[in-house]
T-cell receptor, first 116, second 112 residues
Framework: NAGVMQNPRHLVRRRGQEARLRCSPMKGHSHVYWYRQLPEEGLKFMVYLQKENIIDESGMPKERFSAEFPKEGPSILRIQQVVRGDSAAYFC??????????????FGQGTRLTVV | KNQVEQSPQSLIILEGKNCTLQCNYTVSPFSNLRWYKQDTGRGPVSLTI?????NTKSNGRYTATLDADTKQSSLHITASQLSDSASYICVVSNTGFQKLVFGTGTRLLVSP
C-alpha cells in the first residue's frame, strides 16, 4: 500500500506560466488536503476535497489557484500565471474518513515549486 | 489570532543525549495537539496525537506532554540518535484536519 504520492517532486516555472501539482492519495482514502509551506514558515491549509467535491477552500487564494479531485485520477492543484511569491513547498495529505479533529492523515513528500 | 509558537528555533545535541522541545499555543477552541517529525525534503510524519484529556503520550523514545490549562506542550526525546535530526513541528487542531495550525518547528541536529 503505497503512501501519498505527489508529483513532480520539483517543478520550475517561469513567471506567467501554469503549474500543475498532482496528488494520489493512499489506497482507500477519499479525502485530500492541500497545504503550502513558505520558506521558514509553518504549513498553511489551502483546500480540502472529497471525490468530485470541494469541501473547504478557505485557505486558497481566490485568484489563479484552483483544485480538483475527480472521480478517477489524482487530485490536481493548479496555479495559473505563477509569480515569484508562489515559490513554496506544496504538500498533500489524505485520510480515509471525514475531517474530524482527531482524523489521522498522511502526508506526501511535497512538490517544491520554484518560479524564476 | 490562532498561533502556535515553538522553542528553541534550533538545537544541537550529542548523540545519546536527551532533549526537550517546547510548544505554546493560543488556538481556541482546542481539540487536540499533534507532534510531527519532518525530515529535510520530506512530508511531515505523525509522532503523537493528544486530546484535551490526555497529559502524556509516548511513542518509542518520544514522549509528549500536554497542559491544556497553560496551553503548553513538550516533546521529550530520549537517547537521541543521528536519525532524529529533523524538524519537529507542533500542530494544534480545533475543528477538523483542515483547520490545523502549524508551528514553524524546531530544527534538531544530533551530532556524533
Amino acid at each position: 500500500n503505497a503512501g501519498v504520492m505527489q508529483n513532480p517532486r520539483h517543478l520550475v516555472r517561469r513567471r506567467g506560466q501554469e503549474a500543475r501539482l498532482r496528488c494520489s492519495p493512499m489506497k482507500g482514502h477519499s479525502h485530500v488536503y492541500w497545504y503550502r509551506q513558505l520558506p521558514e514558515e509553518g504549513l498553511k491549509f489551502m483546500v480540502y476535497l472529497q471525490k468530485e467535491n470541494i469541501i473547504d477552500e478557505s485557505g486558497m487564494p481566490k485568484e489563479r489557484f484552483s483544485a480538483e479531485f475527480p472521480k478517477e485520477g489524482p487530485s490536481i492543484l493548479r496555479i495559473q500565471q505563477v509569480v515569484r511569491g508562489d515559490s513554496a513547498a506544496y504538500f498533500c495529505a489524505s485520510s480515509p474518513q471525514a475531517g474530524r479533529a482527531d482524523t489521522e492523515a498522511f502526508f506526501g513528500q511535497g512538490t517544491r515549486l520554484t518560479v524564476v | 489570532k490562532n498561533q502556535v509558537e515553538q522553542s528553541p528555533q534550533s538545537l544541537i545535541i550529542l548523540e545519546g543525549k536527551n532533549c526537550t522541545l517546547q510548544c505554546n499555543y493560543t488556538v481556541s477552541p482546542f481539540s487536540n495537539l499533534r507532534w510531527y517529525k519532518q525530515d529535510t525534503g520530506r512530508g511531515p510524519v505523525s509522532l503523537t496525537i493528544m486530546t484535551f484529556s490526555e497529559n502524556t503520550k509516548s511513542n518509542g523514545r518520544y514522549t509528549a506532554t500536554l497542559d491544556a490549562d497553560t496551553k503548553q506542550s513538550s516533546l521529550h526525546i530520549t537517547a537521541s540518535q543521528l536519525s532524529d535530526s529533523a524538524s519537529y513541528i507542533c500542530v494544534v487542531s480545533n475543528t477538523g484536519f483542515q483547520k490545523l495550525v502549524f508551528g514553524t518547528g524546531t530544527r534538531l541536529l544530533v551530532s556524533p
